[in-house]
C-alpha cells in the first residue's frame, strides 16, 4: 500500500490530517514561487457484506501528496492529483477490499493560507467519483490553515488549525459537465 506510514494511528481527525498535509506541504516543489502544497485524503475500504461501521473506520487509509510545478505551467502535478493517484494504484492493484470510498481531502500551504481546490482538480476528482460511484455531495474538502506560531509542522499544535469546509459538490456547482449521457 502507499499509504501515509504513520508514527500512531490519526483515523480521520482533522488535525492530525492537517498536520501530514503541512509536512507534505514542506517537501512541495515550485520553481517559481516556492509555495509549497500538502494534501491528505482519506479512502474508506471494506467488503460488500460490510456493516459495522466501526469496522470499516479501522480500514481508512490516508494518502498524502505534494505538489510539483517544474518549470511551466504544463510541468506540473498537483498535491491532491498526487495523494488521489497513489490511493487509485492501491484500489486497482491490492484488490484486498471490494468497496472503496472517499471521505475528505484536506489541503494546507506553507504560506498557511486557505487554498481552494482548482478547477482542474475539480475535474479529476469529479472524473474518478463518477468512475467508483462516490458521491461527491459526501466528499469532504477542506482548506486548513495553521494560526499558531511555530515555524515547523512536526511542532504545530492541534488545537491550532483553522478549517474552511465544503463537500466537493459545493465547490464543483454547476460548472462540471460530465460526459455520461
Known amino acids: 500500500m502507499r499509504s ?7 483515523g480521520d481527525e482533522e488535525p492530525q490530517l492537517a498536520k501530514a498535509a503541512a509536512q507534505l506541504a514542506e517537501r512541495g516543489m515550485d520553481t517559481y514561487s516556492g509555495y509549497g502544497v500538502g494534501a491528505t485524503i482519506t479512502i474508506s475500504y471494506h467488503d460488500d457484506q460490510e456493516d459495522d461501521s466501526v469496522h470499516k473506520k479501522h480500514n481508512t487509509h490516508i494518502y498524502g501528496g505534494f505538489n510539483i510545478n517544474l518549470s511551466g505551467m504544463e510541468c506540473k502535478i ?8 497513489q490511493a487509485i494504484v492501491d484500489m486497482e492493484v491490492s484488490g484486498l477490499f471490494n468497496v472503496a470510498e ?23 476528482f469529479t472524473g474518478i467519483s463518477d468512475h467508483y460511484g462516490w458521491d461527491i455531495s459526501e466528499v469532504e474538502y477542506m482548506s486548513a490553515a495553521y494560526t499558531g506560531e511555530e515555524d515547523r509542522p512536526d511542532n504545530y499544535h492541534m488545537s491550532e488549525w483553522e478549517f474552511d469546509k465544503y463537500t466537493l459538490d459545493e465547490l464543483l456547482g454547476e460548472s462540471y459537465v460530465s460526459n455520461k449521457e
Not at 4 to 10: L, Y
Open 102 to 124: 472517499l471521505e475528505k481531502v484536506v489541503v494546507v500551504t506553507t504560506d498557511h493560507d486557505h487554498s481552494l481546490v482548482c478547477g482542474h482538480c475539480l475535474q479529476v
Open 4 to 10: 501515509i506510514d504513520t508514527q500512531f494511528w490519526i
Open 78 to 85: 498537483h498535491a491532491e492529483q498526487l495523494a488521489l493517484f
